[in-house]
């Protein structure tokens, strides 16, 4: 299956570009911008008056004290049965909704989720105890189905109306364990409708059980209803090309074996299954939750559901397609409802039930299992890649920022300088917050190295090919400094921010690897050290970070042992990384981290060539950012099996790139900004046949001409990532605009 973007009549609602970097007014004004809140709802969630009334709780169970809070967010990006949705969830554990958001985007790629129709059957039991002809007993039973179903519809004539009520009728005979009395069980298939049918189910149980008692000749006890909802099951699939898989320095392929792997484990091994299915209803049971239904007896369909063939085994298949994607699938029980209880009570619930876009109960049921799946997808994608421990430094901090009390201007901040002390304590926190309140700069003990991101003006893709390209530095750097690690401890990585640590070595998976090979080449793969990051560049957003990263680390591994590299060294180096990790890069990227300042950059007999180009009059600009990752690596690569297949066709393209970007370079040194506009321009159209832009791409372009820009274009690989705007006196009005859309922005000055 190729990669693909869902169709545009179902694109938009969940896609909220950097929704996580909103503050919480933000993220409701958002979601009310979008059509998925009406004003009422705006309303109730900025006063939070949408939180449940004592009064109200006292009403719904016994000895009421007190109203238990937990955090409500909405996971973004799903598309299940060409549909869009953002889905809300009640959940305390981290990550969960990030990780759901994250999964749902990589699986839109290509079609999202498909569902079935979820049927909304509940089984209710009746049990009698049979001391005379149980064949008989069933018998009899069998032939008054008609009668059993009309008493038990007698008493809920409404339900009928709606075409629901009891449906059919089913005995089943066991042995009492203890001392063999024979048990006829009658089984009353009922169809709840919207209604999750609890009460009315075992209403119809009890009207009919002085029926069953008469024509079983036996002796009734149990009337209740059937936790196991097998009537209910929802199925659903996914499809995921590789190349919509690779990242953190792994290959699609790595990642969709590693993920056939482990749900190979889970299908034979209950230990593994436990966690396994767990980390599915981490993401059904905060839907439930959110949508006001029973969580537990979900839990309970479930895990039952999941040692139906004797053994408890996983709830998904992961396998490899003939195409050789990756194809998930669920099938799992999920009866729910949508009206009724807790949806009658509480204001949340309705809410979050109005976010949905008001579903049946079918429709909700399918997004449940799909919320499942995806749950699935990304704890497994972890545990194939980086590891989910990896993320325990970070959320640790966090939580003990939180307990200290810290606000959120300095929370990051706090977190960050937690991790960097080595003492991740309340104490430490308050103190760290204190400081910066007060305006104390923590004393740093280690010195920090740096190194720039990057924009390309003009110039992308064709610079791979020998053509020239103008690169400019941006005022976003990553830091790094090293410090003496414990005797026999190796080399370890910190990156706070990404929730990183990870030890240096040979054959390591990702960039951990990648610095082993440097660490090697500069002679100190003996050393202990611990390398800690502060990148400030966005990841996978064309934006250089990666270059950024290994010239910053290479500097502070130079500072830190006097080895006493050049400049040239340290570039050398860092291409040696980019390498590594993108296979055929340019080497633009880390000469601009390098030099950090505005390069006319060419590959001349493979030999890189550059010069510092003078600014005629400052140039304002404003990036767009999309918050949809890039990999260069898969950019770089789709154009080159382009090339491979029309080299003549594509060469042609690059010089027609080349030609604008020598002329830029002219329009640079003079202050000619409108011819520049132009040039801009006209070489995101030869991106564009190069077919790289994205919708989100184009709709920042589009922000910024519509609001007077004087020339924009996609900046770097493309697939996503970032845009620049170039710009007169309408710097402000032009990012105005673009936060309005959802996305982020930075504005700054070339001069």
Request: charged letters at 20%; proline letters at 3%.
């Amino acid at each position: 299956m190729a990669s693909q973007q869902p169709d545009s009549k179902s694109s938009g609602k969940s896609r909220i570009p950097n929704f996580f970097k909103m503050n919480i007014l933000e993220r409701i004004a958002a979601l009310h911008e979008k059509g998925l809140l009406s004003s009422n709802d705006l309303r109730q969630l900025t006063n939070a008056d949408h939180q449940l009334d004592i009064h109200v709780a006292d009403k719904m169970i016994e000895n009421v004290v007190g109203v238990f809070g937990l955090p409500m967010g909405v996971a973004l990006n799903f598309l299940i049965n060409n549909q869009d949705y953002v889905v809300p969830l009640v959940v305390e554990e981290p990550s969960i909704v990030a990780g759901l958001s994250g999964a749902a985007r990589i699986s839109r790629l290509s079609g999202g989720f498909t569902t079935n129709r979820v049927d909304t059957i509940l089984i209710g039991q009746i049990q009698s105890v049979v001391s005379g002809d149980v064949d008989l007993a069933i018998r009899r039973v069998e032939e008054k189905k008609t009668e059993i179903l009309s008493l038990a519809n007698s008493l809920h004539p409404k339900m009928v109306a709606r075409g629901g009520g009891a449906i059919d009728v089913e005995v089943h005979q066991h042995k009492a364990i203890h001392d063999k009395r024979n048990m006829v069980v009658v089984h009353l298939l009922v169809d709840t409708r919207e209604a999750m049918g609890a009460n009315l189910v075992n209403a119809m149980c009890e009207a009919v059980a002085s029926l069953i008692e008469t024509l079983t000749q036996g002796k009734v006890f149990l009337r209740i209803l059937s936790n196991l909802t097998d009537r209910a099951l929802a199925k659903v699939r996914v499809q995921i090309p590789t190349v919509n898989l690779s990242g953190k320095g792994f290959s699609g392929e790595e990642v969709r074996d590693g993920i056939v792997l482990a749900n190979d484990l889970a299908l034979v091994d209950p230990y593994r299954a436990a966690t396994h299915n767990k980390g599915i209803m981490n993401g059904v049971d905060a839907v439930a939750l959110a949508t006001g239904n029973d969580w537990r007896a979900i839990e309970a369909a479930a895990h039952a559901y999941a040692a139906r063939d004797g053994q408890y085994k996983a709830l998904t298949q992961w396998y490899t397609s003939e195409e050789g994607d990756l194809v998930g699938e669920i099938e799992i029980p999920m009866k729910v409802g949508t009206v009724g209880g807790s949806l009658e009570t509480n204001p949340s619930v309705k809410i979050n039930h109005r976010l949905l876009g008001s579903p049946n109960a079918s429709e909700l049921s399918s997004i449940l299992a799909a919320v499942g799946l995806a749950q699935n997808f990304a704890a497994l994608r972890s545990l194939s890649t980086d590891g989910i421990q990896q993320n325990h430094m970070t959320l640790h901090a966090r939580s003990v920022a939180s307990s200290a009390g810290v606000n959120e201007e300095h929370f990051d901040i706090v977190v960050e300088q937690l991790i960097e002390s080595g003492e991740i304590k309340v104490w430490k926190a308050k103190e760290i917050a204190s400081n910066l309140a007060r305006k104390i700069v923590q004393p740093q003990t280690i010195e920090r190295q740096s190194a720039c991101g990057k924009i390309i003006l003009l110039g992308e893709h064709a610079v791979v090919y020998g053509r020239p390209a103008i690169a400019l530095p941006i005022p976003l750097a990553v830091e790094a400094s090293v410090r003496s690690g414990k005797t026999n401890e190796g080399i370890n990585i910190i990156i706070p921010r990404w929730g990183l640590e990870q030890k240096v070595k040979d054959n390591a998976q990702g960039f951990a690897g990648i610095l082993s090979d440097v660490v090697k080449s500069m002679g100190l793969e003996d050393r202990d050290m611990e390398i800690d990051v502060f990148p400030n560049v966005p990841k996978a957003m064309g934006l250089g970070g990666s270059s950024a990263l290994a010239v910053a680390i290479i500097r502070a591994i130079d500072h830190h042992f006097k080895t006493k590299l050049s400049d040239n060294e340290i570039n050398e180096l860092a291409y040696q990384c980019e390498k590594a990790a993108h296979g055929t890069p340019s080497g633009v990227d880390n000469t601009v981290a390098t030099f950090g300042t505005p390069l006319f950059y060419q590959k001349v007999d493979d030999q890189p060539t550059f010069e510092e180009i003078k600014i005629g009059q400052p140039i304002e600009l404003v990036v767009g950012i999309t918050g949809l990752e890039s990999l260069t690596a898969e950019t770089v690569a789709k154009v080159r099996r382009a090339w491979k297949h029309s080299p003549q066709r594509y060469e042609s393209l690059f010089d027609q790139i080349a030609q604008l970007t020598t002329s830029s370079l002219e329009c640079l040194k003079t202050g000619k900004v409108e011819e520049l506009g132009e040039l801009m321009n006209l070489c995101h159209g030869y991106l564009n046949a190069l077919q790289l832009s994205t919708p989100e791409l184009e709709e920042l372009v589009h922000i910024a001409r519509t609001h007077g820009a004087l020339g924009a274009k996609l900046t770097g690989g493309g697939g996503g990532g970032s845009m620049i705007a170039l710009c007169q006196d309408n710097k402000e009005e032009i990012q105005e605009a673009m936060h309005k859309a959802g996305y982020q922005t930075l504005p700054y000055t070339i001069s």
